[in-house]
Structures are given as C-alpha cells and as structure tokens.
C-alpha cells in the first residue's frame, strides 16, 4: 500500500472506555507503520478539513463519537476502510457519565446520538465492526485485526509491545460488570435512560428498533425575562409574556427515517383559548401543526417527518405561542418517538404499475 500521500484513519463508535481503546490502538499501529500521526475528534467533513488545514500533520486518526451522515456518505463512496466501535449503550453512558464535566442528562443525550449515528456506519462494506462484549477478550487479536483492516504493516511482536504498553498506561478494553453505578441511580434516573436508550439496546442485540422515549429532564423551557442559562423542564414554565420557544430540546440526533413523535403536555386553565405552535426542527423546520387549547388540561399532539442520512443536526421537538400571553402554565409530560416502516418492495412496484397505466 503506498504511503506517498496523507493518510486517514477513521475510528467511529460509543463512547466509553473500549472506543477509547481501540482509539488508542489504532494511533499506536498508524505511528509505527508510518511516523508522524496526529489525532483529532470531530463529526463532520467540514471539521475533517478545517482539521487538516490548521495542522502539518502527515497523517491522521480521526475518533468519532456522533459522525455525521456527510462523513458517513463520503466513506462509503470512497470505499474507504474504517473501524466502527460498538458498545452496551448503558455501560457506554456510564463510562461517559464518570468523567469530569458530564452529569446523567447531557450523558444520555451524547449516547443517545451517538447510538443513532452507528446505526448505519456498523454495516458499511468498508467497516471492521468491533463489539466491546464479544471482542473485549483478546486485545492482542484485536489490535492485529485493526492492523489488517487498515493494512498497516506492523508485526506481531510490535503489536505484543504496543498491548503491553497501552496496558501499563492503564488503558485496556476489559469492560466492568459492576452494577453499583446503575443501582445508584434512583428510579427516575432509570427511567430517563431506559426512555432514550433500551431501544437500541434492543437494536443493537439483533432486534428492531422500538420506540424512544424522551423523558421532560432531556428539554428544556423558556422564560421571560430569559434566565442566562438554560433551564431543565422539569416543572411548568409560566407563559406570561411574549412569544417565544416555551418548551425545546432534546437536542439528540435520530436516525434517517420516517418518524412520528407525540409530545404530551398539559396546560393550566388561565391557558385555555391560547394556540400554539409544536414543530421539529433539526437546522431546518421539518414539520409543523398549529394547536388550539379548549377546556381539555392534558393534550397529545402528533408530528410526523423524514430524518436525511445527510442531514448532521440533532432534532429538537418545540413549542411555541402564537402571542403574547397573561397569564397561564405549561408543562411537559414527556415525547414518544416511534420510527415508521417503509413502504414494502412489492406494494411500491404495484403501486407504480397500476399508477401508470
């Protein structure tokens, strides 16, 4: 394999401590193959060249914990070869959980979109698909299974030093079976992180993907005046004032598809005779309904829209007044998405058929 050109080596996966391994792995077995390596994080191919402008660097590892559907398009008609890191979504969330600067909510949203993005890169032809329960066991043939995709050229020998050595620095893929950070968690907590990720669990475990739920700790409200930091809609956000975004977020990524979200919320009875707007948005409006409240205090509203495998943005699920209001409270209960079936194969061929005759 020529080496006369910059290199690029992409690592896409959970986060978590096997993702950050095999991270580690492949920046060891791309230096001694070829010298100089510099590693970066980024999702998108607009931070890929921004990366590659700002830096000298021959080479490149690139670590992807939520790759966007540009990066994922161009690897594939590139036939480019690349390594997908697959972990136990909880086991990742607790891992992520545990370092400095994240909490449970903002843990569970990185992993929730990260889970949506590996969706479609694990099965790409050019992807090596590792999977920390199944793979965890043999860093030693992983790491010569890395090298062999990539083909790096690296011995045996070199590979046992580069184990060993990642192994003194107190970097290895074993996973822990512990579950005293999930039993401290209280139920709520629980229930936050089942919502968002026991889908996938499910998915990633051979079966479809089921509804996601998002519990209310994942938004968040609007007040006014506006508070300097962004407040949790864990209790009812009053209303009076002027128009402006009264509930949003999650701000989690999904993958491409047809989705339906209900959003249930409730509404105090100074609120009765306001209309709202509740849309999702994700860089650009994808849908929207216009909601007028009578006498009823609890109310459904369903969102129906497509999600792009180009498009890089999370959604967000918001609602808005239609004008300024006095008085009144709104709450958010929580919002279910469920993904639609496609059209089937032969229903679509005959519907064509008898169409255009």
Request: charged share 20%; with cysteine; net charge negative.
């Amino acid at each position: 394999m020529s080496r006369s050109k910059r290199m690029i080596f992409f690592s896409v996966g959970l986060p978590g401590h096997y993702a950050e391994w095999c991270d580690a792995v492949i920046l060891r077995l791309a230096r001694h193959a070829l010298g100089s390596v510099e590693v970066v994080s980024l999702n998108t191919l607009e931070e890929l060249a921004l990366a590659m402008i700002r830096t000298g660097a021959s080479h490149f590892v690139v670590c992807s914990r939520q790759p966007g559907g540009g990066l994922q398009t161009a690897l594939m008609q590139a036939g480019k070869r690349f390594i997908a890191v697959l972990d136990e979504p909880r086991t990742a969330l607790r891992d992520l959980a545990l370092q400095p600067g994240y909490e449970l909510v903002g843990a569970t949203r990185a992993v929730a979109s990260s889970c949506a993005a590996m969706l479609g890169y694990s099965s790409l032809p050019g992807a090596l698909a590792l999977t920390a329960g199944a793979d965890g066991q043999d860093p030693r043939a992983i790491a010569s299974a890395i090298a062999r995709h990539l083909e790096l050229d690296v011995s045996e020998a070199d590979i046992d030093r580069i184990i060993c050595g990642l192994k003194e620095e107190g970097i290895a893929p074993g996973r822990s079976k512990d579950n005293a950070w999930w039993d401290s968690l209280e139920e709520r907590e629980q229930a936050l992180v089942n919502g968002a990720l026991s889908a996938y669990v499910e998915h990633f475990a051979g079966g479809e993907l089921d509804k996601i739920t998002w519990e209310r700790e994942l938004f968040f409200m609007s007040e006014d005046p506006p508070s300097p930091q962004p407040i949790p809609a864990t209790h009812p956000v009053d209303i009076t004032g002027r128009v402006r975004f009264l509930i949003y977020g999650p701000y989690i990524k999904l993958p491409p598809g047809s989705w339906s979200a209900s959003i249930i919320f409730g509404f105090s009875p100074e609120a009765a005779g306001m209309t709202y707007i509740v849309e999702a948005f994700a860089g650009v409006q994808l849908t929207h309904t216009r909601i007028e409240l009578g006498s009823e205090r609890i109310f459904e509203a369903n969102l129906h829209f497509s999600i792009d495998a180009a498009l890089d943005h999370p959604l967000q699920i918001r609602i808005h007044n239609e004008r300024p209001a006095f008085d009144g409270r709104l709450a958010l209960g929580y919002v279910t998405m469920t993904p639609q079936a496609g059209v089937r194969g032969d229903t679509r061929d005959y519907l064509v058929t008898v169409t255009s005759e």
